[in-house]
C-alpha cells in the first residue's frame, strides 16, 4: 500500500527566502506526482504535475523535482512571498491505479 | 484548465435531517469523478469512486448508506449525506479528471462545508 509523507509539517519563513517542501513515497511503481495548493476553506488548486517519466517541472518560482528510485519529491518555491501562505500537498498516483495517495501536507506561512 | 464546481460552498444542517451535495465538470465529461472528506489539519481522505451510470466504489469503512451517490450524468455526481449528525461535519471535495488527455491530472472542486447541529 502506498504511503505518502510530507516534511517539514509547519514552516513559517520571512518573506524573500527560498523554500524547499519534500514529499516521499514507498512505492516507487507510480504513475505520476502532483502537487497541489490548498487555502483554508478551500478547494485544492493543481500547482505542478510530474510523469512518472519526468525529472521535473517548473511554473513561475516553483519547480518540482521528481526522484522515483529514491521515492523522493520536492518543490522548491523561489523568493517566497505572503501570498504563497497555504497548504501544500502532494499526491501519488501509483501503478495501475487512477486513485491518488495523498500526504498530510506542508503548512506554510511567508511573513512580510 | 478544466473546471470543477461545487454546490453548496456551505451547508449547515440539523441532526437527523438528510444533505445533498453537488458536483459539476463544467467543461469537459467525466466518467468517473471522486469524494473526498477532509478533516481539520488532515489530508484527504478517500470516500468512494463515483461511475457514471453504475454503483459507487466505496472505500473501506465508508457506509454506503450513509453516503449515497449518485452520478446521473457524465458531468454530475451527487453526495447525500442522510440522517446527518454532528461527527459528519467536515469539508466534503469532488474531483475528477478529464478523460482522453493521457495525464490524469486530477482537479478539484472548491469543497463544501458541512456543519451538522
Known amino acids: 500500500k502506498q504511503e505518502v509523507t510530507q516534511i517539514p509539517a509547519a514552516l513559517s519563513v520571512p518573506e524573500g527566502e527560498n523554500l524547499v517542501l519534500n514529499c516521499s513515497f514507498t512505492d516507487s511503481a507510480i504513475y505520476n506526482l502532483q502537487w497541489f495548493r490548498q487555502d483554508p476553506g478551500k478547494g485544492l488548486t493543481s500547482l505542478l504535475l510530474i510523469q512518472s517519466s519526468q525529472r521535473e517541472q517548473t511554473s513561475g518560482r516553483l519547480n518540482a523535482s521528481l526522484d522515483k528510485s529514491s521515492g523522493r519529491s520536492t518543490l522548491y518555491i523561489a523568493a517566497s512571498q505572503p501570498g504563497d501562505s497555504a497548504t501544500y500537498l502532494c499526491a501519488v498516483k501509483s501503478g495501475g491505479s487512477y486513485i491518488p495517495t495523498f500526504g498530510r501536507g506542508t503548512s506554510l506561512i511567508v511573513h512580510p | 484548465g478544466a473546471v470543477v464546481s461545487q454546490h453548496p460552498s456551505r451547508v449547515i444542517c440539523k441532526s437527523g435531517t438528510s444533505v445533498k451535495i453537488e458536483c459539476r465538470s463544467l467543461?469537459?465529461?467525466?466518467?468517473?469523478m471522486f469524494w473526498y472528506r477532509q478533516f481539520p489539519k488532515k489530508s484527504l481522505m478517500l470516500m468512494a469512486t463515483?461511475?457514471?451510470?453504475?454503483?459507487?466504489?466505496?472505500e473501506q469503512g465508508v457506509e454506503k448508506d450513509k453516503f449515497l451517490i449518485n452520478h446521473a450524468s457524465l458531468t454530475l455526481s451527487t453526495l447525500t449525506v442522510t440522517s446527518a449528525h454532528p461527527e459528519d461535519s467536515s469539508f466534503y471535495i469532488c474531483?475528477?479528471?478529464?478523460?482522453?488527455?493521457?495525464?490524469?491530472?486530477?482537479?478539484f472542486g472548491p469543497g463544501t462545508r458541512l456543519t451538522v447541529t
Open positions: 474531483s475528477a479528471s478529464p478523460p482522453g488527455v493521457g495525464t490524469y491530472e486530477q482537479y
Open positions: 463515483s461511475n457514471e451510470g453504475s454503483k459507487a466504489t466505496y
Open positions: 467543461d469537459f465529461q467525466a466518467t468517473t
